[in-house]
């Protein structure tokens, strides 16, 4: 909780702070003589004209390119216009700080590249542009608030950071388990599903050759049905060839006997009555 509270007042402290360095800070004066243009950027810069004091140092740049201290006040001005401005504002405070200039006016373009910095949340150039500011200018007391103020900001960002990796991380590796169980359970079913295809075909293939058998068992009582009677018809034919051939009782060659006497006694007198008939009359054979 104390740690909280501690961090809510550096950050209270560090917009003050910020606001001093940024806002209250006067264009910087040209030492050895005065120009007219930097003198109407300064007066319009003091009125908050941040426009007009641009276009003024602007005219002074084309008129002295070889003076920091212009392009110090040119990225003053362009800070404290649009945020789409600061960019510029930027490129012309590295321009300030560049070695051949006052140590003064690279200090102040170091103190407000470290602000810019900070605005854009990269704390860590920001820390190092303090740094740069306050070794050209050890006893800048606001420079040294700012500098400790990003410092803070720079650790818990490194700490937010962490925390949204470690966040990141869990969801990844959540998500690769997801993953890994879907794709498992994907193969189950697909293994699942194999199986039972598998089973299906097994299945079939009994049915198939449940019925093949059945076939071939059908087939084969018809053949042994057919053999069977074919055995049974040559069995009778067999039979009824032996009765045929089978000798006659007593009675029976008895009979036929008589039978053959009849018909031998019969044939001889259809043959005597044959021949009586064929015999002319009042001609009569002496036998």
Known sequence: MRTDIHRLCLALLFSVAVLLVGESASAFELFRSRNGDVADG???????????????????????????????????????????????????????SEAGSEDLVRARAFSNLGNAFFRKEDYEAAIENYKRSLLLSPGNRDVAWNLEVAGQKQKEKEEQEKKDQEKKDQEKEEQDQQDQQDQQDQQDQQDQ??????????????????????????????KDKQDQKDKQDQKDKQDQQKQQQQPKTRQEVEQLLDTLD?????LIKNQARQRGAMVPVGKMKDW
């Open 42 to 96: 300064n007066e319009y810069l003091a009125q908050k004209k941040h426009a007009d004091a641009l276009e003024s140092y602007d005219e002074a740049a084309r008129s002295l390119p070889d003076r920091n201290e212009v392009h110090l006040n040119r990225g003053l001005a362009l800070m404290r216009m649009a945020v789409d401005k600061l960019d510029q504002a930027m490129q012309a405070l590295k321009l300030a």
């Open 193 to 222: 599903q194999d199986q039972q295809d598998q089973q299906d075909q097994q299945d079939k293939k009994d049915q198939q050759d449940q019925k093949d058998k059945q076939d071939q068992k059908d087939k084969q009582d018809q």
């Open 262 to 266: 009849e018909n031998q006694e019969n």
